[in-house]
C-alpha cells in the first residue's frame, strides 16, 4: 500500500462521504438493501470496479455475497465463495482482523498461474482490497473492492473502507433486529393463509403454493421451489404439481424418485428425516448421474427438507433450488422450518380427508353390496334384533323362510319363531345371552313359521353387535331351513350304515369261510383219508384200522369244537361284544383270543359317545383282524392297541413286537392274508379314513 489519500486526521472531503453514507443508510429496513446500498456508494466513491460486502457462513469456511455493486462491463459476483479459494495469504490477515491487498494479482509472487485463472482473472480482479470486521474474536464479515487492473491502495482509501465496513455491519444488524418481527409476522400471516386456504377447500397445490410464495419473497426470487408428497408404502416420491414454480418438464424427470438411505436430496431426506442441504451439486459426487438435470435447468445449490407428522411419520419434503452454489443461513433454516410444518399440517389434512372419502366410498360400496347380497339370499333368514330380542330389521329371505312380511314381525320378540317347548325352557334367553358372551351361539332345532305353526328343522347362529365402545347394541340372526337336507342325511346314513352293515357281514363270510377253509376243511379232509384207510384196511389189519378209526373221530371233535366257536364268535359280535362299548370290546378280545404268553395292552382316549355305531363298529373289526393276525403271524410276546377320539375323528394303532415282513410279497404269496388285508382297508375308505401299514423285515409291524 502506498502513503496517500486522506491524511491521518479526517479530511473534509471523507466526512463528507461518511456523512452521506449515513444518511443513506438510516432509514433503510432491508438489510440486503443496506449492503447493496453501501456497496454502491463506495464503489462510486473510490472509482472501482466493483464493491461489495459479504458475510461468513457458520462454519466459517463460506463467503455470501449477497448484493454486490459494479461498474458498467463489469459482471457481479454475488453468490457463495470457498474462502481458501482466494489463498492463505489473503485471507490469512483477514482472520486475524486486518485489512489485506493485492496491488496486481498477475504479477503477486504469491499468486501462481493456476491460481491467478481460477480466481482472479475469472471474476476480472487484477487488484484487491479487503477489510475484515471482527465480532468477538470471529470473523463475521468483509468488506471488498476490485479493480480490472493494477492499482496501488493508499493508507486512505484503505481506513475509509474499513470505517464503511463498520457502518455497513451496523446498518446490517440493525435493519435485522427491526426486520426480525415484521419477518416473523408475515410468515405467520402466510401460515395463517395457507391454513385458511385449506380449510376452505383449496386444492392441495394451491395452498402449498402460498407457503412457496413465502420463500420467494424473502429470498427476492432466488430461490426456485417444489413440494413432493410420499407414496402410501414409503417408497418414492412425486411432486405436487403446482405447488412450486420448477418447470413441468422438470417434474416429469423426477417422478418416483427413490426414497431410501442411498438416495440423494429429496429421497434422503426423507429417508433420515434430516434436511439434506447440498451446497453446489457438481461438487457432489452423489449427484453425478443427475448433473445433466442441474445443467439443463440452470442450478447448482440444492436444499431438501423433510416434512413429518408430529410423531415423525414422512410425509414428503419441500426442496429449493439456486442458479449459484449456496450455503443455508440460520434465516434460511427458520423459514424453511415455517413451510415444512405448516405444510404437514396441510398434506396430513388432504391425506386424511382421501382415506376418508376412500373409506366412506368402500363402506357404501360394502353396504350396498351386502344389502344386495343378502336381499338375494333365498333360503337364509337374515334379519336383526336389539338387545332384547326384538326384530328391527327385516329382509326379502326372512319373509320367504319365515313366512312373515316385515309390517307383521318388526318390534316383536324373536321368540314367536321357538316352539312352545323351547319357549318355555327359556331357549331363546339362553341363545342370546350366549352370543352376547361368547360372541356367537349356533343351533340346530324345530323352529316355527307363520303359516299354521308349521315347524321346520333349522341351522341359526346369531351374532352379537356392539358399538365401537364394546357396548351391546343388538343381534345379527341368521336362520336356514335344513328340513330337507336333515331328511336327505338322515337317509344318507341310513344307507352308508346298511352298506357298513352289509361290508362286515362280507367281510365276516369271507372270515368265517377263511376259517372252515384253514381249520374244518383240513380237519374234515383228515377224517375222511382215516376213514377210507379204515375201510380198507379192516379186514386185512384191524389193528391199524382201530387207530384210523380212532384219529377220525377224534379230529371230527376238534373239528366240531372250531365250528362251534366260530359260530360262537359271530353270535358274540353281533349281540354281545360291543355291548358295553370299545374299549371293553377289546378288553374281552385280549381276554378270550390273545394267548397268556402274549401281553396286550389297550389305551383308549376321547369321547366314545361321539362316534357313530357303524363307525365303531367297522374300526373294532379291522383293529380285530390286525390282533388276529399279530397273534397267528409275527411271533410277537406284546401287542399295543391304541384308541384316539378327536376333532370328531376316530385314530387307532396297533403295534407289536413280532417279526416284521414285506408288505407286498407276503400279500402276493398268502391269499388269506392278503384278504384280511384288504377287508381292513375297505372298511376304513367306507368310513373315509385310511389305512396304513408299517413293516419290513425284522421290523416290528404297526397298523394304523
Not at 413432493?228 to 417434474?251: F, K, Q, S, V
Not at 342370546?432 to 356367537?440: D, S
Not at 381276554?591 to 363307525?615: K, T
Request: net charge negative; proline share 4%.
Amino acid at each position: 500500500m502506498r502513503s496517500g489519500g486522506w491524511p491521518a486526521g479526517d479530511s473534509e472531503e471523507r466526512q463528507s462521504f461518511l456523512l452521506e453514507l449515513s444518511d443513506a443508510l438510516r432509514p433503510l429496513a432491508d438489510p440486503l438493501a443496506v449492503q447493496e446500498v453501501a456497496s454502491r456508494l463506495l464503489g462510486e466513491h473510490l472509482g472501482v470496479d466493483r464493491a461489495a460486502y459479504t458475510e461468513l457462513k457458520a462454519d466459517n469456511e463460506i463467503m455470501a455475497v449477497a448484493r454486490d455493486w459494479t461498474s458498467p462491463g463489469t459482471s457481479s459476483v454475488a453468490g457463495e465463495y470457498r474462502i481458501d479459494e482466494f489463498g492463505t495469504f489473503f485471507m490469512g490477515p483477514l482472520r486475524k482482523g486486518r485489512p489485506s491487498a493485492i496491488e496486481d494479482a498477475l504479477t503477486d509472487p504469491r499468486i501462481s498461474r493456476a491460481m491467478y485463472e481460477s480466481t482472479w482473472s475469472s471474476i476480472g480482479v487484477r487488484a484487491g482490497l479487503a477489510c475484515p470486521l471482527v465480532k468477538q474474536g470471529r470473523l463475521v464479515a468483509a468488506i471488498f473492492v476490485h479493480q480490472s487492473g493494477p492499482r496501488a491502495w493508499a493508507e486512505g482509501e484503505v481506513s475509509l473502507v474499513a470505517e464503511v465496513g463498520e457502518r455497513t455491519w451496523e446498518a446490517v444488524e440493525r435493519a435485522r433486529a427491526e426486520e426480525a418481527p415484521q419477518t416473523n409476522e408475515k410468515r405467520m400471516r402466510g401460515q395463517k393463509e395457507a391454513f385458511q386456504a385449506a380449510i376452505n377447500g383449496a386444492k392441495l397445490e394451491d395452498s402449498l403454493a402460498i407457503l412457496a410464495g413465502l420463500v420467494t419473497e424473502e429470498t427476492a426470487g432466488q430461490a426456485r421451489t417444489a413440494f413432493y408428497i410420499a407414496d402410501p408404502d414409503l417408497t418414492c416420491l412425486n411432486p405436487i404439481r403446482g405447488a412450486g414454480d420448477m418447470p413441468e418438464t422438470y417434474m416429469k424427470q423426477v417422478e418416483g424418485f427413490v426414497i431410501g438411505m442411498d438416495s440423494l436430496a429429496c429421497g434422503l431426506a426423507t429417508a433420515t428425516g434430516r434436511p439434506v442441504l447440498t451446497r453446489d451439486v457438481f461438487e457432489e459426487p452423489l449427484w453425478k448421474p443427475w448433473v445433466h438435470l442441474a445443467k439443463e435447468y440452470d442450478f447448482r445449490g440444492c436444499w431438501s427438507f423433510p416434512i413429518e407428522t408430529r410423531d415423525g411419520k414422512p410425509l414428503g419434503t419441500f426442496a429449493q433450488y439456486f442458479t449459484t452454489a449456496r450455503e443455508a443461513a440460520p434465516r434460511d433454516l427458520a423459514l424453511a422450518d415455517v413451510v415444512t410444518q405448516a405444510a404437514a399440517i396441510i398434506i396430513s389434512r388432504h391425506t386424511e380427508a382421501q382415506e376418508r372419502a376412500r373409506a366412506e366410498e368402500a363402506l357404501r360400496a360394502s353396504e350396498e353390496r351386502y344389502r344386495t347380497l343378502v336381499e338375494n339370499v333365498a333360503d337364509h333368514a337374515i334379519f336383526m334384533l336389539d338387545a332384547q330380542g326384538y326384530v328391527t330389521e327385516w329382509t326379502e329371505g326372512a319373509r320367504r323362510v319365515k313366512g312373515y312380511s316385515a309390517e307383521e314381525v318388526v318390534g316383536r320378540h324373536f321368540s314367536i319363531f321357538y316352539t312352545p317347548e323351547d319357549v318355555a325352557s327359556g331357549e331363546p334367553e339362553r341363545l342370546l345371552e350366549q352370543a352376547a358372551r361368547e360372541g356367537r351361539a349356533e343351533r340346530e332345532a324345530w323352529r316355527v313359521r307363520k303359516d299354521g305353526g308349521r315347524i321346520f328343522w333349522a341351522n341359526e347362529v346369531a351374532t352379537a353387535v356392539r358399538d365401537a365402545g364394546g357396548l351391546l347394541v343388538g343381534f345379527t340372526k341368521i336362520s336356514r331351513d335344513l328340513t330337507e337336507h336333515r331328511a336327505l342325511e338322515q337317509e344318507r346314513e341310513r344307507v352308508r350304515a346298511g352298506e357298513l352293515t352289509a361290508l362286515a357281514e362280507a367281510s365276516e363270510r369271507e372270515r368265517i369261510s377263511r376259517e372252515l377253509h384253514d381249520r374244518v376243511a383240513h380237519r374234515m379232509g383228515v377224517v375222511h383219508q382215516s376213514l377210507e384207510l379204515y375201510a380198507a384196511l379192516r379186514e386185512a389189519d384191524p389193528e391199524r384200522a382201530a387207530e384210523r378209526l380212532d384219529l377220525a373221530r377224534q379230529t371230527t371233535r376238534v373239528a366240531l369244537d372250531q365250528t362251534r366257536a366260530l359260530s360262537a364268535e359271530l353270535k358274540s359280535l353281533q349281540d354281545e361284544e360291543l355291548a358295553e362299548g370299545l374299549e371293553a370290546a377289546f378288553g374281552k378280545l385280549a381276554e378270550s383270543y390273545v394267548p397268556d404268553d402274549v401281553g396286550m395292552d389297550v389305551s383308549f382316549s376321547g369321547e366314545e359317545s361321539a362316534v357313530p355305531g357303524p363307525m365303531g363298529t367297522q374300526m373294532y373289526l379291522a383293529m380285530r383282524e390286525a390282533i388276529r393276525n399279530a397273534v397267528r403271524h409275527s411271533g410277537c410276546s406284546r401287542i399295543g392297541v391304541k384308541v384316539e377320539v378327536r376333532d370328531g375323528e376316530l385314530h387307532s394303532v396297533v403295534e407289536d413286537d413280532g417279526e416284521g415282513f414285506d408288505i407286498e410279497a407276503a400279500a402276493n404269496a398268502t391269499p388269506s392274508w392278503g384278504v384280511g388285508l384288504r377287508s381292513m382297508r375297505e372298511r376304513a375308505e367306507m368310513l373315509g379314513g385310511s389305512l396304513r401299514v408299517e413293516s419290513e423285515p425284522g421290523r416290528a409291524p404297526r397298523s394304523r
